[in-house]
């Protein structure tokens, strides 16, 4: 169900996303992705789309409460950034709410997106993430101290889930109208449990159910977005008020410009040719080398030159040279080869825009408190001390 619509639909009924007094045309966000959306990545993705909402990678509450300098490194935005947004978790409504007042009364956010869906056994184990929506008592708690903590500074907050932690624990639809009660500025989901991970394809209806549930806030949908039309076909299919990108725009940050384009009803534009791509991958590092410095802007866009070369036909030995870069020339060296011996009006193959970048594995064993799920009323933050696993099948 998420393949792309073969014409435009009508999108007459899709509205600006409205966030406390920020208002975004049009209503596409990019999901903050741990390790990815750092400030370099968004600088990014705002040439191609000015004015949507870039979000920062998450942090956890915990680390910001007891002032690990490292989280509060990953906390911080560019001077150039308008609308500084921040994906927080935690499953201690305490600490959460007391992580998200600092922030507001330092002035260092604009915007709280609260994770509620994240897998990862590091942060289930502990009960945040994905497992939150399991217990709606601790979810409501959590939501009420985030809340009270940035209403009176302004800062809207949102919150972004997956359907549940699995087929058979299903909690979307519960915590998006507990979203929509305590007084979330609008809602995400992800159309994958927590259980499937990123393998299979979303389930788009999730969404469209979640829509006819909550009425007063916007819904946004997450999953398999991989070209401009698939978030027209989202819009279509689900009656969603808007869009949220994340696989499909790594090494590719101008999908913001063709969302644009297509909310706007304008002609999308085709990929571009290698010549470009090669433009902006010499940026997009140097960019990272002035956040990070030089060795560990090169180690760590190593990753970024797979996903920027994905569906073009460059050959092995060249993906291969590049995952083991050292330094800034020799990134230049690869790239004036490549062009050298590919030519700068290369094109993407034919459906490369949809093969899939980033993860793909799945589906897990997702990893609980020991006894979480005992008593789903309790509003206690759990002990992260024992942790069990649930089959991933």
Known sequence: MNAPAPTQPALGSVAPLQLGSHQVWPPVVLAPMAGVTNAPFRTMCRRFGPGLVYV???????????GNAK???????????????????????????????????????????????????????????????????????????????????????????????????????????????EGVAAIALHARTAQQHYAGEANWNAIGELKAAVRTIPVLGNGDIWEAADALAMVAATGCDGVVIGRGCLGR???????????NGEPIPGSPPLGFVVEQMADHCRLMADLLGEDNAVRDFRKHTSWYLTGYPVGGEVRGRLSQINSLAELDDLLAALLDRLGADLTVVPGGERIRRGHTNGPIRVALPEGYLDDLDDATPPDDAHVMALSGG
Not at 56 to 66: G, K, R, Y
Not at 107 to 128: Q, S
Request: aromatic fraction near 8%.
């Open 71 to 181: 989280t509060r490194r990953m906390a911080t935005f560019g001077a150039d950034e308008p609308f500084r947004s921040l994906q927080i978790y935690g499953s201690d409504p305490v600490i959460i709410g007391e992580a998200v007042r600092r922030l507001a009364a330092e002035d260092r956010v604009d915007h709280i997106d609260l994770n509620f869906g994240c897998p990862a056994a590091k942060v289930t184990r502990r009960g945040g993430g994905a497992a939150v929506p399991v217990k709606p008592n601790l979810l409501r708690a959590i939501l009420q101290a985030v809340i009270g903590g940035a209403a009176p500074y302004g800062i809207p907050v949102t919150a972004k889930f997956r359907m549940g932690i699995d087929d058979e624990l299903l909690t979307f639809v519960r915590t998006g109208q507990i979203a929509e009660d």
């Open 56 to 66: 920062n990678e998450m942090v956890m509450a915990t680390a910001l409460v007891h």
């Open 253 to 263: 940050p101008w999908l913001f410009g063709q969302l644009v384009a297509a909310f």
